[in-house]
């Protein structure tokens, strides 16, 4: 019965939201949260880590996650942006795991021009997400997961409110080491609008895979992300990387995201272009039994460089 339920709550849900068209508000959602997501290309839903970040991919991977884990998160953005959020997570039986979770990201000081320019002081923006997950073991090798999120917007005295839905599911061989896995991200709306016009949020269809190469230290990942838009070309919808696992405790990662890079190409006066960088990342992580530190490096913007920071640990 559960088997059914989870498959046909992916299906009808993919099937009505796949179609629609619509401005996307609350964008702030697909930043990582996750470092080593971030340091693979900044979106990979099929790693089997034991890391409360990587259900902000895909809520199925929650059921890899050691019971009563805190996970702690800071990402610094572009110039007077921050993002932190922070998670708990809870086994309930060999099966199926919850989880809680915040999101938070400040713009900072905006400043408040008229349409002639002339300033008139400064404003501050924010957005919260507040989310819960589920995950169930389906059988030996298939996991279900839900997120069902909460998500408010607040700019200059306006604010909007917003639901949001995540479904994952992810198959994995242990013996093969092969993990594929597919996610619907962001299905649903505001329930409040700014004003009279109402939003979509982000809704990112994908699907992925990750397999160690056996008895060798490298695993590769491939997610291919934003099936819902096919009007841009197939290799930007690529984010690949590429794990290098020192030991059962170190691993050192690196990725590239092809869409990124070809979004912050800038031609220069010599009708050269470069994206300076932007769509590569890497990092690495500490992964103790109770104790888990990440760190991951990207650029979001050709202006600026991106630090992701995550702490772990399990009570």
């Not at 997501?37 to 839903?45: F, H, Q, R």
């Not at 006066?269 to 590569?280: C, K, P, Q, V």
Request: one cysteine or more; a negative charge; glycine letters at 8%.
């Amino acid at each position: 019965m559960k088997k059914a339920v989870f498959c046909l709550l992916f299906t009808l849900f993919t099937v009505q939201i796949v179609s629609q068209e619509s401005q996307n508000d609350y964008n702030f959602l697909r930043l990582p949260v996750s470092a080593h997501a971030a340091a693979l290309g900044g979106d990979n839903i099929s790693i089997i880590k034991d890391d409360a970040t990587l259900m902000f991919n895909n809520p199925a991977l929650i059921s890899s996650v050691s019971d009563k884990t805190i996970n702690l998160n800071f990402m610094s953005y572009m110039e007077g942006t921050k993002l932190a959020s922070a998670s708990f997570t809870k086994i309930i039986n060999d099966k199926a795991t919850w989880a809680v979770s915040a999101q938070y990201i400040d713009y900072g000081n905006i400043k408040e021009v008229t349409e002639d320019n002339i300033e008139q002081g400064t404003f501050s923006a924010k957005d919260i997400s507040i989310a819960g997950y589920f995950a169930y073991t389906l059988s030996n090798k298939i996991v279900g997961g839900i997120t069902a999120k909460c998500i408010s917007s607040h700019i200059a005295g306006y604010n909007s409110l917003a639901m949001g839905v995540d479904l994952g599911l992810n198959y994995y061989d242990d013996e093969r080491d092969l993990s594929v896995s597919a996610v619907a991200k962001n299905l649903g709306g505001q329930l409040k609008a700014y004003d009279e016009t109402y939003e979509g949020i982000p809704l990112d269809l994908q699907i992925g895979a990750s397999k160690r190469v056996i008895n060798s230290p490298f695993r590769f990942s491939a997610t291919i992300v934003d099936l819902n838009h096919w009007d841009y070309s197939f290799i930007n919808h690529m984010v690949a990387g590429l794990d290098l696992i020192l030991s059962d405790n170190i691993y050192l990662s690196c990725g590239y995201n092809f869409r990124r890079a070809h979004e912050m190409k800038i031609t220069d006066s010599d009708n050269e272009s470069s994206s300076h960088g932007a769509g590569f990342s890497f990092g690495g992580g500490i992964e103790l039994e109770r104790f888990k530190l990440q760190l991951s490096y990207g650029k979001y913007h050709v202006s600026s460089s991106s630090i992701l920071v995550n702490v772990s640990y399990s009570l």
